[in-house]
């Protein structure tokens, strides 16, 4: 049996396709940059509360195991160096990471063995734009 179609029938025309296409491309290039920024920002803002959380880790390490540190920040890393009781700094690194977003001025501050810093902040530059963490926030 040939089913023969008639004029209601027949579907989408060409026209039809190509509007409907159109509106779905103007819509994305409308959406997506301002949810790439959205998920950029996410990001930084992810970034900044791993390194304030690192810090504060370094400093309740060095009250837990009263033990003095010695930290730089340098490029995009932290390196933590366990301090002798004469001021010599032990070899080996006590903590050592990286942060691939983040550019840190080179700067230097202690930890004494009640987990006090002797800095009030640490600043840090993210996606070009300078930021600073307090010693309060961690």
């Given amino acids: 049996m040939i089913r023969r179609f008639s004029g209601a029938e027949r579907g989408f025309t060409l026209i039809e ?6 509106l779905m491309t103007v819509t994305v290039t409308l959406v997506a940059p301002g949810l790439f920024n959205t998920l950029a920002g996410i990001e930084q803002k992810q970034v900044v509360k791993e390194v304030a959380q ?18 730089s920040l340098e ?26 977003l983040v550019l840190f001025p080179q700067q230097s501050f202690a930890v004494s063995a009640n987990g006090v810093a002797n800095a ?4 840090l530059e993210l996606a070009g734009e300078q930021r600073t963490i307090e010693v309060d926030s961690w």
């Fill in 54 to 71: 690192d810090l504060s880790w370094l400093r309740n390490q060095a009250f837990l195991h009263e033990h003095r540190l010695d930290v």
């Fill in 17 to 22: 396709l190509l509007v409907t296409l159109m």
């Fill in 120 to 123: 009030g902040r640490v600043d």
């Fill in 75 to 100: 490029e995009n890393r932290i390196i933590a160096h366990r301090v002798r009781a004469g001021g010599e700094r032990f070899a080996e690194p006590y903590f050592d990471k990286r942060y691939p």
